[in-house]
C-alpha cells in the first residue's frame, strides 16, 4: 500500500481516530488545483537545498570565524558541532518534510503540542528574507558602479572622499599615532589619529560614505538613499519571477545559480594564489592556534555557525523536503548536501585569505589588520584587491555577479519556503493565480519594510535584524525544540521505521543517539554559554565602535521573542483546547496526525486494515479500534 501514496493523499479525508494517532484518508475539497506539486527531478531537489545552504555565511562568515579563532584550530569544534548537531538536524528537517509532504508549519502535525516550532520557524524565516536581501542590494549596487572604466573605490578623486582618503600606504613610526579615544553621543567610541598617520582607503570611503552614507546612529534613519531603494527593487523584482512559479520554476533556476559561483571561486582562486602575499594569508587561515581551544567563544562560534549554515530553523528545509516523493532515497542526496555545503566553506576560505594576503603585502600590515567580519570582508577587502588588479572593471563585474548569485539562490529559496509554509497551510492559495498574486503581496509588503535598511541609517537597522531576528539563540532553541519533539515525544524509534518505509532502509543508529541526547546537549550548552558572556550589542567600522542604545536592543529581543514564543504559547493553548484529564489531553495533543500511507504495518494490522485494503472503505468501527490498538 506505501507504493501508491499519491492514491491515499490526493483522492480521500476522512479521519479514522483513537487513543494514539490521527489517520486522514478521505475526499479532500477540490481536486487537482488543490494537488501538492513535486520537483520535476532529483537534481532540482539537490541544487535547491546547495542553493539554500551555500550562501554569504559559507563565503564570509566561515572564512572570518576560522580566522578570528585561530585558523585550523576552529575546524576542530566546526567539525564536532558539525558532525553531533548540524547535519543530524539538517537531515531531521528534510526527512520530516517529505514524510508530512508538508512545509514549514504542517509538516509539525506530526507533533501537535509543538506545532509551534513551525509557526516559530515561519516568522524566523520571514524576517530573515528581510533582511538577507539587503546584502544582494548592497553587491548589486557595486555590480552596477562596476561598468566603467575605472572603479570609483579606486582612487580618492570622488565627492564623498574626505583628506584622509590615500592609495599610497605608509606603515606609520612606532609613536607617531596619537591615539586617543573619544565617544559620540554617548554611544561612539572613536579611534582618533594625528593628521600625518590617519590613512583611510577610498574603498572603506566608498563603502561608508557613499553607499551607507552612514548616521550617528539607529535614532537617526534619515533620509531613503533612491538609488539603493531602485536596486533593492531590481532585486527583488528578480526574487519574484525565480519563485513565483513554485518548485517547477525554482528547480530550474537553481542549475545555474547554485552552479555558477564554484567557476567564479575556482577562477578568483587561480587568480588569488598568483598575487603576492598569497601565501602568508593561507598560512594565516590554515595555521591552527591550538590555545583557542581553550576559549569558549571559540565553540560557541563554531556551533553557531553550523546551524546558521545549514539553514536549520528556517523551516526552508521541510519545505525542500516535501516536494520530494514520498519514496525518494533523500537519505544520500543528503550526504551529498551536507559535503558540498562544508566543501564550500573551506573552499572559499581558501579563495578569501589568498587575497587577504595580499592586501596586507600591499598596505604593510598584519593580515588580522585587513581582514573584516560580516559586509566588511565582501564590500571593503575584495573591492580594494579588485581594484589593483589587471583589467579591475572586469574582474569586479565577475565577482560581485557571483555574489548576486550566492546571494540570490538562498533568498528566493527562503521565499518559496515562507509561501510553501502559508499555502500549505491556505490550500486556496494553490487555486488559478492566487498563488502569484500572494508572492507579489509579500515581495511588496517585504520591500517596503527593507526601505528602512537603506536608509542613512539602515545599516544599524540590518544589524540589529541579523543579530536577532535569525540569531544563534533563536536558530539554536529551534533545533532543541525540533530534537525534543521527533525523538523524545514521537518517538525516535518510531520515526526510524517512518524512514524506513521511505526510502525501504535505516540511516545510521548515529543520527538516533544525536537527536536523542547529543544534538540537546550542544544547542543547551551554547545557549548558555551565551547567556553567560552575553554583552551589549555594537557595530564596529572604520572610525570606531557604535554601541547600541538600550531601547534599539529592546526591539531586537523583541523579534527574537517573536519565534521563540511560539512554541511554549502553541504548546499551551493546545493543552487549553484539548478535553479531559491531564493524561488524557496530553495523548490528544502528543498524538501525530497520519495519512493511510503514513502509517507503519504493524499500525494498520491494529486498525484491523488488511495490507491491501482500499482506503475508501469505512474504518472499523471504534470499538474494535479500541480493542486493537497498539502503541505507534
Known amino acids: 500500500m506505501a507504493g501508491n501514496e499519491e492514491s491515499y493523499t490526493d483522492g480521500f479525508d476522512m479521519t479514522i481516530a483513537n487513543d494514539t494517532t490521527t489517520v486522514t484518508a478521505a475526499k479532500q475539497e477540490g481536486s487537482e488545483p488543490d494537488m501538492r506539486p513535486t520537483w520535476g527531478h532529483k537534481v532540482d531537489f539537490i541544487l535547491s537545498c546547495i542553493g539554500l545552504a551555500v550562501g554569504f555565511g559559507n563565503v564570509w562568515r566561515f572564512p572570518y570565524l576560522c580566522y578570528r579563532n585561530g585558523g585550523g584550530a576552529f575546524l576542530i569544534p566546526y567539525f564536532i558541532c558539525l558532525v553531533a548537531g548540524g547535519v543530524p538536524v539538517f537531515f531531521l528537517e528534510i526527512f520530516l518534510g517529505q514524510f508530512m509532504s508538508q512545509g514549514g508549519i504542517g509538516c509539525w502535525k506530526i507533533c501537535p503540542i509543538l506545532q509551534g516550532i513551525g509557526f516559530a520557524t515561519t516568522v524566523i524565516c520571514f524576517l530573515g528574507n528581510i533582511y ?84 550617528e546612529g539607529v535614532g537617526e534613519l534619515g533620509e531613503v538613499q533612491w538609488d539603493l531603494a531602485v536596486c533593492l527593487l531590481c532585486v527583488w523584482i528578480v526574487v519574484y519571477f525565480c519563485v513565483f512559479k513554485g518548485v517547477k520554476s525554482t528547480g530550474k533556476v537553481v542549475y545555474f545559480t547554485a552552479t555558477f559561483p564554484y567557476v567564479m571561486l575556482t577562477v578568483l582562486l587561480i587568480r588569488g594564489v598568483t598575487l603576492e602575499g598569497a601565501a602568508d594569508g593561507l598560512f594565516f587561515y590554515l595555521n591552527p592556534d591550538w590555545e583557542r581551544l581553550k576559549d569558549h567563544k571559540v565553540w560557541i562560534d ?162 540589529l535584524f541579523e543579530y536577532y531576528s535569525a540569531s544563534g539563540i533563536s536558530l539554536l532553541f529551534m533545533a532543541f525544540s525540533e530534537c525534543v519533539a521527533i525523538a523524545w515525544i514521537f518517538g525516535a524509534n518510531r520515526f526510524y521505521d517512518s524512514i524506513e518505509l521511505m526510502i525501504g532502509y535505516k540511516p545510521l543508529v548515529w543520527f538516533k543517539i544525536c537527536w536523542t541526547v547529543l544534538t540537546p546537549l550542544i544547542t543547551v550548552g551554547i545557549v548558555l554559554f551565551m547567556c553567560v558572556t552575553w554583552s551589549p550589542m555594537e557595530f564596529q567600522h572604520f572610525t570606531g565602535t557604535y554601541y547600541f542604545p538600550t531601547w534599539a536592543e529592546g526591539i531586537g529581543w523583541a523579534m527574537m521573542a517573536m519565534s521563540i514564543l511560539c512554541v511554549p504559547v502553541t504548546a499551551v493553548v493546545k493543552m487549553w483546547q484539548a478535553k479531559g484529564t491531564l493524561r488524557e489531553r496530553w495523548r490528544e495533543v502528543t498524538r501525530p496526525q497520519l495519512q493511510y500511507h503514513q502509517l507503519r504495518d504493524k499500525d494498520r494490522l491494529a486498525r484491523g486494515l488488511r495490507f491491501d485494503s482500499d482506503p475508501s472503505t469505512p474504518p472499523p468501527s471504534y470499538s474494535s479500534l479500541q480493542q486493537n490498538d497498539t502503541e505507534l
Open 302 to 463: 563554531a556551533g553557531t555557525q553550523i546551524f546558521y549554515s545549514f539553514a536549520i530553523g528556517w523551516g526552508c528545509m521541510p519545505a525542500l523536503g516535501s516536494y520530494n516523493k514520498f519514496h525518494n532515497d533523500s537519505y544520500k542526496q543528503c550526504f551529498l548536501i551536507a559535503a558540498v555545503n562544508c566543501f564550500t566553506s573551506l573552499y572559499s576560505g581558501l579563495v578569501v585569505f589568498s587575497v587577504l594576503g595580499f592586501m596586507a603585502k600591499e598596505q604593510g600590515l598584519d593580515i588580522k589588520d585587513v581582514a573584516a567580519s560580516g559586509p566588511g570582508l565582501v564590500f571593503i577587502a575584495y573591492p580594494r584587491a579588485l581594484s589593483l588588479m589587471p583589467l579591475a572593471p572586469l574582474w569586479s563585474c565577475l565577482f560581485f555577479f557571483m555574489i548576486i548569485l550566492v546571494g540570490l539562490d538562498s533568498q528566493f529559496v527562503g521565499v518559496e519556503g515562507f509561501v510553501t509554509a502559508v499555502v500549505d497551510m491556505i490550500p486556496y492559495l494553490r487555486r488559478g493565480y492566487n498563488r502569484e498574486l500572494f508572492i507579489a503581496g509579500l515581495c511588496v509588503f517585504n520591500f517596503l519594510l527593507g526601505l528602512t535598511m537603506v536608509t542613512n541609517g539602515g545599516i544599524y537597522v540590518f544589524k
Open 132 to 215: 538577507y536581501i539587503i546584502i544582494l542590494n548592497w553587491a548589486a549596487y557595486f555590480f552596477g558602479r562596476s561598468f566603467t572604466s575605472l572603479l570609483p573605490w579606486s582612487h580618492c578623486d570622488n565627492p564623498w572622499n574626505t583628506e584622509f582618503c590615500t592609495t599610497n600606504f605608509t606603515k606609520p613610526d612606532a609613536g607617531a599615532a596619537n591615539m586617543t579615544n573619544g565617544t559620540m553621543d554617548g554611544n561612539m567610541t572613536a579611534f582618533n589619529t594625528t593628521n600625518t598617520t590617519l590613512q583611510i582607503s577610498p574603498v572603506v570611503e566608498f563603502w561608508e560614505n557613499k553607499v551607507l552614507n552612514m548616521s
